[in-house]
């Protein structure tokens, strides 16, 4: 049997206050998933191209991009909400060695969420190979270091883990640039 995955239906297009645009995209993908995936991609323009900022599960029946549970945000800086949390990885630049990387956690009303456990998981490429793993620790009001080595340049995942407020650890996923 012939299984394929695709996009089955865009649609609800929205322009955004920040200047990306929004749209509910329905995927069909029968061996991962074996039934129909809502999710909302956030587009950013970057010259003449738009390019996919943010991809988020839909788990509402009309999807809304203000709304969605995400999962995965791809580039530091871009907050992302998932399990009650808004969560920012910053600073937008790193470099090859040691880094030490601010994670803002807020609650969706923007205040500082204080006392979360945070790990971070750095792999380049998205391999295993040369992963670097550590625990944050809160240096002001909702504002968390962690110190990681990234030992090469290129694309490193990396997979922030936050439990907060008592309740399960939630995962957020960044892709950064090592130049």
Known sequence: MDEQQGIQLVDQFQHLPDGRVGAHVVVVDPVSHPHVQDVV????????????DEIHVDNQSQATPATPEPILAVAPGTPVTSAGLDVQLAPETVAVGPNRVIVKVADPRGNPVRGAIVTMTAKPGGTGTGAS?????????????????????????????????GGPPATFIFVVQVP
Request: hydrophobic share 50%; charged share 20%.
């Open 133 to 165: 793993s550590a625990s944050g620790f809160e240096v002001d009001a909702g504002r968390y270091a962690v110190d990681v080595v990234l030992g090469e340049s290129g694309s490193w995942r990396v997979e922030v883990q936050i439990a907060a407020n």
């Open 41 to 52: 991609l956030i587009y950013v323009q970057v010259g003449d191209q738009w390019l996919i």
